[in-house]
């Protein structure tokens, strides 16, 4: 309740947008807007304070790929995509936020022969729709660090039939930043999405999902070394049956931090044979910061096999002592069980390019540079 | 009153509307008009001869009631309550004057128990449990009194309490649940109207089961019970309470307050078969079971353990929750929901680890069937001076028919980096290769699902006290 | 190399060993041999260092310096192994990255430079070969999956790599079938060299069928009650623990 309030209380564009809108839903301020912004602190995320990039690509990145940001690309109206939207229960404040800049631009990944394409979101004010051609093949790199710009973007993401697309994306050094995802999965087809972010001050990551059948969809994350507030909510849902999808989400938060995450799969009456499973971990190594989870499932169908798991704890002793007792420092223990720990999240990524520079990355994070 | 037996026929009956306990008893009763106002409170609290103090506090809870929204964090569709649309006390005209022995109680109201499997005569009753009976707004009973008086054990109702130990309720009633908590806690504080009562004095551990049975008689009529039970140091108590209601077309409300204390190495375990009318196979009639219970471990190595069996009402939400202020104090849930055609359940628990070394176990298993949503919802949260507090948390739920609904949403809450927090939810339908080589066996589809059933929920069902398992 | 004196040691408020003395020299094998529950288990956590164990009592003595003021990883880099009864699965660790980690962590403490990989790479293959340890287990994630007696050979294959100065074999024995009791056996006795020594603790006589000890030893509520040479495993094989270790 207090939520509601607090929001409603803040004058700011977007968010008035989003209380004036009834696009989505005839009542926005239904119970499930509050409960999925449970952990959010939205009053923080409203008050946008971006200062200018400074970060660069790093070079490595460039080296595996073709970049299309700063391609030509159509520019279409974003108003009848949303009008075809078929979430349930999904209200977002960035999908209505997105209506502010209502301009979205089209990118298709098979428009390029390069297999790996990085799109530097830097680059790109608008929202963005990514199409993947049936049967493509193609590695998408989104990259999106030291954001200067105040308006939340939104990246759809349509996985025509048969394709087969992975996306890697790196969310890094941003003082803040929103980003609302929302990927379409057609017959047969397949997404693999890695989110590894890092250093991290303030940001809210939403990652939708809907499943036709014979879908795989696969989000992985990582979160480590943030300071402020990280958030990240998913919401995936199976509408026909047979599909899989897998989530899991790796935290490891210290320093005052706190960390959010909410996901929920939702599996509806005529999804039988679906099979979803959902984990997230946390490493909370001091007890001035925060660890919030809240995994859901709501299920309709009968015939489904479907779990999720949420652990918040410490380092393990036991393997600590293990190391130690090979003649391992502790010190150097904790970092190898600590890239131990990330390591499910960096192991699913599939194109051995973008694995070995994200665990490059990490090693490099964890070893301070 | 065998709680698995009860289970298996509750899943046996899928798709059937069968409630047993569905028959409603004759008596003459002493109602206020109909509706919410300062006047019924006041009847109610006069009604029961109480100290000016306690409608004080009633009064105070139903001004509070008034500011407060109502509840809407579950998962529920709940139709507008129409709070001007029921008596808020009923009694039965025979219990006006306290009976002072079971003979002088109408005959009536004994053999609406006695149907019930509750039997209140000396000669008759229950051996090695204690029953507090409530009908409607008044307890009827109270068994084993003298027994339990002799080791210095009050058991009675909350009304006789606030007479005979006006210290005691001031100190502890809404010290748990304070009553500004919510809308329907509010409600309850202004116009509850029975429930129990128990204090275990220090070292003693209580030699007999306590129970409360709830009945719902009259119509149109809420049923607002309040109950406190206070665990000195180093004692033990084990208390159970059951609960139906007739078949009405009219939805009923029942909105409950349970307030549990346990002092240092004290412990209570606490146990529900909740079988309210669940309302037909349209969904129409049944309880709205809107019930808030939670427990205070403030001494330090103390426990509260809460059992729950919800088969019953129409809609539930209810969070049976341990607050754990005492180091090295232990929180356990056990519950199984069971839900069938329209019914709606939102429940779980909350489990708050404050003090050191604090540890909390949930066991929840949730089944549904028909066209009914069940829901598990339930919070941990490790404050971050709670140094090596440990919780583990295992939801399952089992779907029977597609049009029916599972969801689980636990809150996981850490601030504290020695701790360690657990979750492990599972939703399936009932194992096919059982079922099969069940029915291999000889067992026909409905036996064997029950078996299977029980077998889901038997980790839960063992903790119901022997009495009441098999 | 191994003094300890008159070991007191409780766990939890429990005592557990009470006035254990033993004294191991350059080397030689010891076997301690014990029933269930008579510390044998507490005493090698003890000597690795394992948090959680109350020394009350008495002293260790190890290569002249006093072991309990050394960490863990110190004790360790001096030479002190521990093959665990029950070792540690850690996902996401390769077994290789694993052992080489704490080759290069000795390495280090002995003001060494980290060991080269190709000549790493070599020398466990050999080892590994010898214990029957195929290369595709090397790159698992350490003990993850890995049977009851793959997790024995793979503890031999540390303890060969890091050539310790003083072994503790805990239990390594049990879960183990007869060739891979063969296989461990033959890891164990090829390390064994007059400069290194090595503590044998199990229940069971049929291990020191393959690792011949210099001295036995039964320990029997939390002391050493009797001691001798190899014949007192043969004897204690025949009589049981009852007879030979309570009835004196």
């Known amino acids: 309740m207090d939520l509601a309030n607090n929001i409603q209380n803040i004058n700011n564009p977007v968010l008035l947008d989003y209380l004036n809108t009834k696009i989505l839903t005839n009542d926005p301020f239904k119970k499930p807007f509050v409960e999925n912004y449970k952990y959010a602190q939205l009053n923080k995320h409203i008050n946008i304070d971006f200062k200018a990039s400074t970060f660069e690509i790093p070079k490595s990145l460039l080296d595996i790929s073709f970049e299309i940001s700063s391609q030509p690309h159509p520019e279409v109206d974003l108003l009848e995509t949303i009008q075809n939207w078929n979430f349930h229960n999904s209200d977002s404040i960035f999908r209505v936020g997105s209506l502010v800049n209502r301009k979205s631009i089209q990118i298709n990944l098979d428009n390029f022969k390069e297999n790996i394409l990085l799109l530097d979101l830097n680059k790109i004010q608008n929202n963005i729709q990514i199409e993947a051609s049936p049967s493509s093949s193609k590695v998408l790199i989104i990259y999106n660090a030291n954001r200067n710009q105040e308006v939340p973007q939104s990246i759809f993401i349509n996985s025509s039939k048969q394709s087969n697309l992975e996306i890697v994306h790196f969310d890094l050094s941003n003082k803040k930043s929103f980003l609302y995802f929302q990927s379409i999965l057609e017959t047969g087809s397949s997404l693999n999405f890695t989110s590894i972010q890092y250093f991290n001050n303030h940001t809210r990551n939403e990652f939708y999902a809907s499943l036709d059948s014979e879908c795989n969809f696969s989000l992985h994350g990582l979160n480590y070394d943030n300071k402020g507030l990280n958030d990240n909510y998913s919401f995936i849902q199976h509408l026909k049956p047979s599909s899989s999808s897998r989530e899991i989400f790796k935290s490891i938060i210290s320093d005052g931090a706190i960390t959010n995450f909410q996901g929920k799969i939702y599996v509806d009456a005529i999804a039988q044979k679906t099979d979803g499973y959902q984990m997230s971990r946390s490493l909370l190594l001091d007890s001035h910061s925060k660890a919030n989870n809240k995994p859901e499932l709501e299920i309709y169908a009968d015939d489904v096999k479907c779990s999720h798991g949420s652990t918040v704890s410490k380092i393990n002793q036991d393997q600590l002592y293990y190391f130690n007792s090979r003649g391992i420092s502790t010190e150097i223990a904790k970092i190898i069980l600590k890239k131990a720990f990330l390591m499910e999240v960096l192991n699913s990524i599939r194109d051995t390019q973008v694995k070995e520079l994200s665990i490059n990355l990490i090693d490099s994070l964890l070893n301070g540079h | 009153m065998a709680a698995t037996q009860k289970t298996i026929e509750q899943v046996n009956k899928l798709g059937n509307n069968e409630y047993k306990y569905g028959f409603s008893t004759d008596v003459e009763e002493i109602k206020p008009p109909k509706g919410l106002n300062e006047e019924v409170v006041k009847f109610i609290s006069a009604q029961k001869n109480e100290p000016e103090w306690m409608l004080e506090w009633r009064l105070n809870a139903f001004k509070v009631f008034h500011k407060l929204p109502h509840p809407n964090w579950a998962k529920l569709n709940i139709p507008k309550i129409d709070f001007q649309d029921y008596y808020y006390y009923s009694s039965p005209k025979s219990l006006a004057d306290k009976p002072k022995s079971l003979d002088e109680i109408d005959p009536e109201i004994l053999k609406t128990y006695e149907k019930l499997g509750i039997p209140l005569k000396e000669q008759e009753i229950l051996s090695g449990v204690a029953v507090d009976a409530v009908f409607d707004s008044v307890s009827v009973a109270t068994t084993y009194k003298k027994q339990l008086n002799d080791l210095g054990i009050i058991f009675c109702s909350i009304s006789e309490a606030i007479k005979e130990h006006p210290e005691l309720v001031k100190k502890y009633l809404g010290s748990v649940i304070p009553v500004t908590d919510h809308s329907f806690s509010a409600l309850n504080s202004a116009v509850f109207t029975d429930g129990s009562f128990v204090y275990i004095p220090e070292n003693v551990r209580c030699p007999v089961e306590l129970s409360t049975y709830f009945r719902i008689n009259a119509i149109n009529t809420g049923q607002f019970e309040r109950t406190l039970i206070i665990a000195d140091k180093n004692s033990y108590v084990s208390y159970l309470e059951g609960c139906t209601a007739p078949m009405r077309d009219e939805n009923q409300l029942h909105a409950a307050n349970v307030e549990l204390i346990a002092l240092d190495d004290a412990e209570i375990k606490y146990s529900t078969v909740q079988n309210w009318y669940p309302g037909d196979a349209e969904g129409k009639g049944g309880i709205y079971n809107f019930v808030t219970k939670r427990g205070a471990c403030r001494g330090v190595n103390s426990k509260i353990s809460w059992t729950q069996v919800e088969t019953g009402s129409a809609i539930t939400w209810k969070y049976p929750s341990c607050i754990l202020q005492g180091d090295n104090s232990k929180g356990e849930f056990y519950s199984v929901a069971i839900t069938n055609n329209k019914q709606q359940a939102d429940t779980g628990t909350k489990m708050i680890h404050i003090g050191k070394n604090t540890s909390s176990k949930i066991i929840s298993k949730g089944i549904s069937a028909g066209y009914a949503n069940n829901t598990y919802r339930g919070l941990v949260n490790i404050h971050s001076k709670a140094s090596n507090a440990r919780n583990f948390t295992q939801c399952d739920s089992l779907l029977i028919g597609n049009k029916c609904g599972a969801h689980t949403v636990p809150y996981i809450e850490s601030s504290n980096a020695d701790s360690t927090v657990e979750h492990e939810a599972t939703t399936s339908k009932i194992n096919e290769d059982q079922l099969f080589y069940c029915q291999q066996r000889g067992l026909s589809s409905e036996d064997a699902v029950g078996l299977i059933v029980n077998g889901f929920c038997k980790e839960v069902l063992q903790h119901l006290p022997m009495e009441f398992a098999v | ?248």
Request: proline share 2%; net charge negative.
């Open chain 3, 1 to 248: 190399m191994l003094e300890i004196k008159n070991l007191h040691v409780s766990m939890e408020g429990k005592k557990i060993l009470k006035g254990l003395d033993l004294k191991i020299n350059q080397g030689e094998v010891h076997a301690l041999m014990g029933p269930n529950g008579s510390g044998k288990s507490t005493l090698s956590y003890v000597l690795s260092g394992k948090e959680g164990y109350d020394i009350e009592e008495g002293s260790i003595t190890y290569k002249n310096k006093n072991l309990l003021d050394l960490e863990v990883d110190e004790r360790a880099n001096e030479g002190l192994f521990l093959a665990f009864q029950y070792p540690m699965e850690i996902p996401g660790v390769q077994t290789s990255f694993f052992l080489r980690t704490a080759i290069n962590s000795k390495r280090k403490y002995l003001g060494k430079p980290e060991i080269d990989s190709l000549e790493f790479a070599k020398s466990m293959r050999g080892v590994a070969e010898k214990l029957s340890i195929s290369s595709e287990m090397l790159k698992r994630d350490l003990n993850v999956n890995y049977s009851g007696g793959e997790k024995k050979k793979q503890e031999i294959l540390q303890m060969s790599m890091l050539n310790p100065d003083m072994a503790i074999l805990d239990e390594t024995d049990s879960g183990l079938d007869i060739d891979a009791l063969r296989i461990v056996s033959e890891g164990v006795n090829n390390l064994r060299n007059n400069n290194n020594s090595f503590l044998v603790i199990t229940h069971y006589q049929r291990l020191l069928n393959y690792i011949k000890p210099d001295f036995v030893h039964i320990i029997a509520d939390g002391k050493i009650v009797k001691s001798g040479d190899y014949s007192l495993a043969l004897e204690l094989e025949e009589k049981g623990y009852e007879n030979l270790a309570f009835n004196k």
